[in-house]
C-alpha cells in the first residue's frame, strides 16, 4: 500500500509540477499561431505542427501515467517517455530558434502580430525548458545518473536522429532535389540514415546481446560506418550541384528570385539548400565522434578479452549456459 501511495504521489507531483507546463506552454504557443491566420508562413505552419504533437503526446503520456496503463505496454515505457521527453525539448528549442529568425528577425518591425511573435518564441522556449527539466528530473531520479539520454552514445543516437528531421523539414518542396540524379541520392541517404539510426536506437532499448549471432556494438559499429560514409558523400554531392553553376546550381542568394522579398516569412530556396547543407556537415560532424566513441568501445572490449585469463573465460562461458541455471 506504501509503495501504490508513493507511485501514486510521484505520479501526480510530474503531471503537476512537469506536463502541466508543458501543457500549457505547447498549448499557448499555437493557439497563438492558429490567431495569425495566414501571416505565420511555412514556418510558422512547420512550428504549430511540432507544438501541436508535443502538447498531443504529452497530453496522452499524463493520460496513460495517472490511469497506470504504462505496464500495459509490451516495451518499456521508462525508455519512451524519456526519449520523447528529449525530442520534445530540442524540438520547441529549434522551432523557437528557427521561428525567431525567420520571422521576428523580418517581420517583427512591419506587422501587427509582433507581441503574438514575442509570446510565441517565449512560450516555445519555456516548453523546451520544461522538457529538458523532465530529462533531467527522470534520469536522476534513482539517485544516480545512468539514464541512456545523458551518456554520449544515448545523446549521439538522438542528435542524429533529431538532425535528420530537421533536414526533412527544409527539404519538403521536392523542387530542390528532383532535377538532379545526386540530389535525389543525398535524399535517399538523409532517409537511410534516419532508418539506421532509429534501428541503433531500437537496439539500446532492448537487451539484444543474446538474440544475435553478433555482437551488438560490432552491429552499431557497422551501422554507424555505414551511415558515415553516405553522409560523406551527400556533404560533397549537396553543395556541389546546389552551389556550383557548372551543375545546375545557383553560387549567390541574389540569383534567387524568391530571395529579393526580404519582408517574407517564408524561407526562400537558396536558403533552404544552404541549411540543408550545414545540417548535413552537423549531421556528418556527429556521426564521426559516434564512431571514434564505438570503435574505442569496442577496442577496449577486444582487449579486455584478450587479456582475460583463459580459465576465467572458461568460467564465463559455462555460468552462461543454461545447463549451469538453477530451476
Same mark, same amino acid.
Given at each position: 500500500?506504501?509503495?501504490?501511495?508513493?507511485?501514486s504521489?510521484?505520479?501526480i507531483?510530474?503531471?503537476?509540477?512537469l506536463?502541466?507546463?508543458?501543457?500549457?506552454?505547447?498549448c499557448?504557443?499555437?493557439?497563438?499561431?492558429?490567431?495569425?491566420?495566414?501571416?505565420r508562413?511555412?514556418?510558422?505552419?512547420?512550428?504549430?505542427?511540432?507544438?501541436?504533437?508535443?502538447f498531443?503526446?504529452?497530453f496522452?503520456?499524463?493520460?496513460v501515467?495517472?490511469?497506470?496503463?504504462?505496464?500495459?505496454?509490451p516495451?518499456?515505457?521508462?525508455?519512451?517517455?524519456?526519449?520523447?521527453?528529449?525530442?520534445?525539448?530540442?524540438?520547441?528549442?529549434s522551432?523557437?530558434?528557427i521561428?525567431?529568425?525567420t520571422?521576428?528577425?523580418?517581420l517583427l518591425?512591419?506587422?501587427?502580430f509582433?507581441?503574438?511573435?514575442?509570446?510565441?518564441?517565449?512560450?516555445?522556449?519555456?516548453?523546451?525548458?520544461?522538457y529538458?527539466?523532465?530529462?533531467?528530473w527522470t534520469?536522476?531520479?534513482?539517485?544516480?545518473?545512468?539514464?541512456?539520454?545523458?551518456?554520449?552514445?544515448g545523446?549521439?543516437?538522438r542528435?542524429?536522429?533529431?538532425?535528420a528531421?530537421?533536414?526533412?523539414a527544409f527539404?519538403?518542396?521536392?523542387h530542390l532535389?528532383v532535377h538532379?540524379l545526386a540530389?535525389?541520392?543525398?535524399?535517399?541517404?538523409?532517409? !537511410?540514415?534516419?532508418?539506421?539510426s532509429?534501428?541503433? !536506437?531500437?537496439?539500446?532499448?532492448?537487451?539484444?546481446?543474446?538474440?544475435?549471432?553478433?555482437?551488438?556494438? !560490432?552491429?552499431?559499429?557497422g551501422?554507424t560506418l555505414?551511415?558515415?560514409?553516405l553522409?560523406?558523400s551527400?556533404?560533397?554531392?549537396?553543395p556541389?550541384?546546389?552551389?556550383?553553376?557548372e551543375?545546375?546550381?545557383?553560387?549567390?542568394r541574389s540569383?534567387?528570385?524568391?530571395?529579393r522579398d526580404?519582408?517574407?516569412?517564408?524561407v526562400?530556396?537558396?536558403?533552404?539548400?544552404?541549411?540543408v547543407?550545414?545540417?548535413?556537415?552537423?549531421n556528418l560532424?556527429?556521426?564521426?565522434?559516434?564512431?571514434?566513441?564505438?570503435a574505442?568501445?569496442?577496442?577496449?572490449?577486444?582487449?579486455?578479452?584478450?587479456?582475460r585469463p583463459?580459465?576465467?573465460?572458461?568460467l564465463?562461458?559455462?555460468?552462461?549456459?543454461?545447463s549451469?541455471?538453477? !530451476?
Amino acid at each position: 500500500v506504501l509503495v501504490t501511495v508513493t507511485y501514486s504521489s510521484m505520479v501526480i507531483a510530474v503531471c503537476l509540477f512537469l506536463h502541466l507546463p508543458q501543457l500549457f506552454s505547447t498549448c499557448v504557443a499555437f493557439s497563438l499561431m492558429a490567431d495569425m491566420g495566414i501571416q505565420r508562413g511555412a514556418i510558422g505552419n512547420w512550428s504549430m505542427s511540432f507544438w501541436c504533437v508535443c502538447f498531443a503526446m504529452t497530453f496522452l503520456i499524463s493520460i496513460v501515467e495517472l490511469c497506470r496503463l504504462d505496464s500495459e505496454f509490451p516495451f518499456f515505457w521508462y525508455n519512451i517517455s524519456v526519449t520523447y521527453a528529449c525530442y520534445a525539448a530540442l524540438i520547441c528549442l529549434s522551432a523557437s530558434i528557427i521561428y525567431s529568425i525567420t520571422y521576428v528577425q523580418f517581420l517583427l518591425p512591419h506587422s501587427p502580430f509582433d507581441d503574438h511573435a514575442i509570446a510565441v518564441t517565449a512560450f516555445s522556449s519555456l516548453a523546451s525548458v520544461a522538457y529538458a527539466t523532465e530529462v533531467v528530473w527522470t534520469c536522476a531520479r534513482s539517485g544516480e545518473f545512468s539514464c541512456s539520454v545523458l551518456t554520449l552514445p544515448g545523446l549521439l543516437h538522438r542528435l542524429e536522429i533529431f538532425v535528420a528531421c530537421i533536414i526533412f523539414a527544409f527539404i519538403c518542396s521536392p523542387h530542390l532535389y528532383v532535377h538532379q540524379l545526386a540530389l535525389e541520392w543525398c535524399v535517399a541517404v538523409y532517409s !537511410l540514415c534516419f532508418l539506421l539510426s532509429a534501428v541503433t !536506437l531500437l537496439l539500446n532499448w532492448y537487451n539484444w546481446d543474446n538474440r544475435l549471432p553478433v555482437p551488438v556494438p !560490432l552491429v552499431h559499429l557497422g551501422l554507424t560506418l555505414l551511415s558515415t560514409l553516405l553522409y560523406a558523400s551527400a556533404v560533397v554531392l549537396w553543395p556541389l550541384y546546389q552551389f556550383n553553376r557548372e551543375f545546375g546550381g545557383q553560387p549567390q542568394r541574389s540569383s534567387d528570385v524568391s530571395c529579393r522579398d526580404k519582408l517574407s516569412s517564408y524561407v526562400c530556396t537558396w536558403d533552404q539548400r544552404l541549411a540543408v547543407a550545414v545540417l548535413t556537415a552537423v549531421n556528418l560532424l556527429i556521426y564521426v565522434v559516434d564512431l571514434v566513441d564505438l570503435a574505442r568501445r569496442c577496442f577496449y572490449q577486444l582487449l579486455r578479452l584478450c587479456t582475460r585469463p583463459p580459465g576465467s573465460l572458461l568460467l564465463s562461458v559455462e555460468a552462461s549456459s543454461p545447463s549451469s541455471v538453477v !530451476l
